[in-house]
């Protein structure tokens, strides 16, 4: 059983920073690749910044330059850096994780950008 289990989110202020994080259990290999996904009420699941083994990295144009992904050294787990944040980033993020053509989800963690 793969499992992957978010973290990290909340209310923040406009401007303001989170971290959020992102654990895989249940299996000893490594995932080809690793990322954060986001859904907006009202809007479609989009991309917001993934990760390979290679480190080779993605960022939606929306986020470019306010958010770093990054793996832990334990490796199945990732990270996602968010600086700056703007009322436009409320959404739920899910965690997302790749191996052999299999694609996983985590249930998400509510990121809510208010004052």
């Known amino acids: 059983q793969v499992r992957l289990v978010e973290s990290g989110g909340g209310l923040v202020q406009p401007g303001g920073s989170l971290r959020l994080s992102c654990a895989a259990s249940?299996?000893?290999?490594?995932?080809?690749?690793m990322g954060w996904y986001r859904q907006a009420p009202g809007k479609q699941r989009e991309l917001v910044a993934d990760?390979?083994?290679?480190?080779?990295?993605d960022y939606s144009d929306s986020v470019k330059g306010r958010v770093t992904i990054s793996r832990g050294s334990a490796k199945n787990t990732v990270y996602l850096q968010m600086n700056s944040l703007k009322p436009e980033d409320t959404a739920v993020y899910y965690c997302?994780?790749?191996?052999?053509?299999?694609?996983?989800w985590g249930q998400g963690t509510q990121v809510t950008v208010s004052s």
């Open positions: 997302n994780a790749q191996r052999n053509g299999n694609n996983f």
């Open positions: 249940g299996s000893i290999f490594s995932f080809y690749a």
């Open positions: 990760i390979t083994t290679g480190d080779n990295t």
